[in-house]
């Protein structure tokens, strides 16, 4: 599948972190193929889903993790 994919026919994951739906449940999913990543929002599944390379979504995270978008 390539970046612009039919991602409905892949499994969504969603943190277990994000709790239930009836407790706001804010949260995003992510599906992967081979070479990309699907990002979108669980409670809005339908609306646009950010696709990239699974090499850019790992550097992103990796960011995130070190802090670089945290407010100061």
Do not use: H
């Amino acid at each position: 599948m390539g970046g612009q994919g039919n991602w409905d026919k892949v499994p969504w994951r969603k943190s277990r972190r994000s709790g239930s739906e009836d407790q706001g449940g804010n949260c995003v999913a992510v599906a992967a193929s081979a070479s990309y990543a699907a990002i979108r929002d669980t409670n809005d599944p339908c609306r646009a889903t950010i696709v990239l390379p699974k090499a850019a979504l790992r550097g992103m995270l990796d960011e995130i993790k070190n802090g670089a978008f945290d407010l100061r």
